[in-house]
């Protein structure tokens, strides 16, 4: 199917703000190993070793994912499916197993699936530029069957037949553009250590669990898993913030309470930092965000989010965002993130506005 080498498939767990710290150090080099067997297309020798390994460890996310790729390199979409499926189920707030399950429903041609499974990968990590490239892709694909009906019903409709050919001209145009498709994505494609708990896309193939951003990259190499970095201390935070100017102290010293207040997992006063005018990501309902981020902070038995290398910038006396390194650990989970906190300063506190993942 042409379309399908619009669609990326992630190939990586452990790119930019996706790092899944899942799985001891003890265990990376089997991880990388088998990784590496895979990028090589030994698929067979890969998919024994991946297996050997998890029935040692079939919690372990990272080689369930990895299992999922080989899968899907083998044309195995069934059995891919499910154990991205079951991905979603374990670890529903990694975005990258739905991005590929999008790219494994649209290969089948079930694009009200692919459009489910990326609107919640969007929904779990609102700035997934891939995911949101490829629901465009599935609702284009989507609208090009209604015009094909609408054309069978009136083939003398010259608008209907002007709207199908210019997005058979788009897709075509990607094709010979030698647009990446599933396997080869503009996410990194790699496989990297991880841990349970949490910031790639429908194409010839399919596109990776820990929660976080990503930096996307054409993927014709994959890059060998990256060693997770340490939350930093609560009693170092402070030195790694650095404030703009002299009011960055009274900002970082929220955005420090706020971080405090989530590794409490004290959720009332955690959402008590946000102001009555946030915009909850993905534009859905205040009430909608502060349910599901209850759930989330109840879940975990253990929360540890560590800030560094903080930033704040200031737009006026009121306005200011914070730029961060967001170091998230949840009893087995680790995850690294870029963050941006829109803040403003209400009667004499400031406040979240607005919350950004970056990659």
Request: proline residues 7%; hydrophobic residues 40%.
């Amino acid at each position: 199917m042409k379309m399908l080498n619009r669609l990326k498939l992630y190939l990586a767990l452990c790119a930019g703000s996706l790092l899944l710290v899942f799985t001891p150090a003890a265990f990376a080099d089997e991880i990388q190993d088998i990784n590496k067997l895979f990028r090589q297309g030994q698929q067979e020798q890969a998919l024994g070793r991946v297996n050997s390994y998890l029935a040692g460890k079939p919690k372990d996310a990272q080689a369930r994912f990895l299992k999922g790729l080989i899968l899907t390199e083998q044309g195995k979409s069934g059995d891919a499916i499910r154990v991205f499926s079951g991905l979603t189920e374990d670890y529903p707030e990694l975005p990258e197993p739905y991005n590929n399950l999008a790219v494994l429903y649209a290969s089948q041609g079930q694009y009200d699936k692919a459009k489910i499974a990326l609107e919640m990968a969007i929904r779990t990590h609102p700035s997934y530029a891939t995911a949101h490239e490829n629901l465009g892709d599935i609702y284009a694909k989507m609208a090009s069957q209604a015009y094909d009906r609408a054309l069978q019903l009136d083939r003398n409709n010259a608008a209907t037949q002007t709207k199908l050919a210019l997005i058979k001209d788009l897709f075509s145009g990607a094709a010979k553009s030698g647009k990446p498709g599933v396997a080869p994505l503009t996410e990194a494609a790699t496989v990297a250590a991880p841990q349970p708990a949490a910031e790639p896309a429908p194409a010839a193939a399919v596109a990776a669990p820990a929660p976080a951003p990503v930096e996307e990259k054409p993927a014709a190499a994959a890059p060998a898993p990256s060693v997770p970095e340490p939350a930093v201390p609560a009693a170092k935070q402070a030195a790694a913030i650095k404030p703009t100017d002299g009011n960055g102290n009274e900002v970082l010293k929220v955005v420090r309470e706020w971080a405090a207040a989530w590794s409490s997992k004290d959720a009332k006063r955690y959402l008590a930092f946000y102001s009555v005018d946030f915009r909850a990501p993905g534009g859905e309902k205040r009430s909608d965000w502060e349910a599901q981020r209850r759930e989330r902070i109840a879940g975990p038995k253990t929360i540890s989010v560590g800030i560094k290398d903080a930033r704040v910038k200031f737009s006026d006396s009121t306005h200011a965002s914070v730029s961060f390194k967001q170091i998230y650990r949840a009893s087995h989970l680790h995850n690294v993130s870029s963050k941006t906190l829109v803040m403003v300063k209400s009667s004499g506190s400031w406040l979240i506005q607005e919350e950004r993942s970056g990659k």
